[in-house]
T-cell receptor
Framework: KQEVTQIPAALSVPEGENLVLNCSFT??????LQWFRQDPGKGLTSLLL?????REQTSGRLNASLDKSSGRSTLYIAASQPGDSATYLC???????????????FGTGTLLAVQP | GAGVSQSPRYKVAKRGQDVALRCDPI?????LFWYQQALGQGPEFLTY????????KSGLPSDRFFAERPEGSVSTLKIQRTQQEDSAVYLC????????????????FGPGTRLTVL
């Protein structure tokens, strides 16, 4: 069974710091790896999607990398701001899971707090 | 344009009651997903529709859970004889294309319905 894990479970940093969130997955046969943000009481907002043939994606202060051979993805946030405080979730869509190919398998998330 | 909407946003049910949760996907989106998110956990897949066809229901935890999308737009997730372990946030997501586009399709999530079973 595919497992997606995220480390750390929680992280608190002062404003302005650069930080890295980690995601690992047990099966390298993935279609894509996505990073989402979840604010309390709200749904998920897609941040970045990395296709299996890609190594990284960038959007503003966010950069996500994918290394299928090691089963890892990282989300790099530059110059963090208090507004970045949220739970960050990674999710993979899998080739060998069966059923719908585009269903997502989520990690448990990293709760980020950026202190002003 | 409008995003994915879900109703009700909050539902309290007594154990044994039936509940129905509604999802309005983004207009024209082919794919629709239901996920269940327990407190402190990531969402877990329940079921998938491509238009009106339910192509994958492997994540439904028991036969008390039933989902439909009869006209290929609005979807309803029904839970019969609710149990306390059903308490969770139920998330709906939609994406533009069908199951043949797994590499590039982003899923757009609704705000969720928080179900509390007493």
């Amino acid at each position: 069974k595919q497992e997606v894990t995220q480390i750390p479970a929680a992280l608190s940093v002062p404003e302005g710091e650069n930080l890295v969130l980690n995601c690992s997955f047990t099966d390298s046969a993935i279609y894509n790896l996505q990073w989402f943000r979840q604010d309390p009481g709200k749904g998920l907002t897609s941040l970045l999607l990395i296709q299996s043939s890609q190594r990284e994606q960038t959007s503003g202060r966010l950069n996500a990398s994918l290394d299928k051979s090691s089963g890892r993805s990282t989300l790099y946030i530059a110059a963090s701001q208090p507004g970045d405080s949220a739970t960050y979730l990674c999710a993979a869509s899998l080739m060998n899971y069966g059923g719908a190919t585009n269903k997502l398998i989520f990690g448990t998330g990293t709760l980020l707090a950026v202190q002003p | 344009g409008a995003g994915v909407s879900q109703s009700p946003r909050y539902k309290v049910a007594k154990r044994g009651q039936d509940v129905a949760l509604r999802c309005d996907p983004i207009s024209g989106h082919v794919s629709l997903f239901w996920y269940q998110q327990a407190l402190g956990q990531g969402p877990e897949f329940l079921t998938y529709f491509q238009n009106e066809a339910q192509l994958d229901k492997s994540g439904l935890p028991s036969d008390r859970f039933f989902a439909e999308r009869p006209e290929g737009s609005v979807s309803t997730l029904k839970i019969q004889r609710t149990q306390q372990e059903d308490s969770a946030v139920y998330l709906c997501a939609s994406s533009p294309h069908g199951d043949s586009f797994p590499s590039t399709d982003t899923q757009y999530f609704g705000p969720g319905t928080r179900l509390t079973v007493l």
